[in-house]
């Protein structure tokens, strides 16, 4: 069975920096979507960025450019570097996997991914 766990989230000042990871077990399939979805108290939760398992990346035009996502297969660890954090980038961040064989890029909509962590809290303040 595939697990996420994420750590990493924490309390920090505007235009702070946090490195989110996600500790990946139980999935052993070479083909694949991984990343980060986040969600606020009354929002749907939304895409923050995605890796599939040929490397391609794709972001949220609000993380574009501050944001990194990465993969180390040998940790079997999943990463977000943020960088300039905003207050608006307050939210639990939710680390995601689904199998994918595609040829196109990983899916923005939460609803396609199968597997989800617990979600670690990141919080910005001005």
């Known amino acids: 069975q595939v697990q996420l766990v994420e750590s990493g989230g924490d309390s920090v000042q505007a235009g702070g920096s946090l490195r989110l990871s996600c500790a990946v077990s139980?999935?052993?399939?070479?083909?694949?979507?991984m990343g980060w979805f986040r969600q606020t108290p009354g929002k749907e939760r939304e895409a923050v960025s995605l890796?599939?398992?040929?490397?391609?990346?794709r972001y949220a035009l609000s993380a574009k450019g501050r944001f990194t996502i990465s993969q180390d297969n040998a940790k079997n660890t999943l990463y977000l570097q943020m960088n300039s954090l905003k207050p608006e980038d307050t939210a639990m961040y939710y680390c995601?996997?689904?199998?994918?064989?595609?040829?196109?890029?990983?899916?923005?909509?939460?609803?396609?991914?199968?597997?989800w962590g617990q979600g670690t809290q990141v919080t910005v303040s001005s």
């Open positions: 995601v996997a689904a199998v994918y064989s595609g040829s196109g890029s990983c899916s923005l909509v939460s609803g396609w991914y199968e597997y």
């Open positions: 139980g999935y052993t399939f070479s083909d694949y979507c």
């Open positions: 890796i599939n398992s040929n490397g391609s990346t």
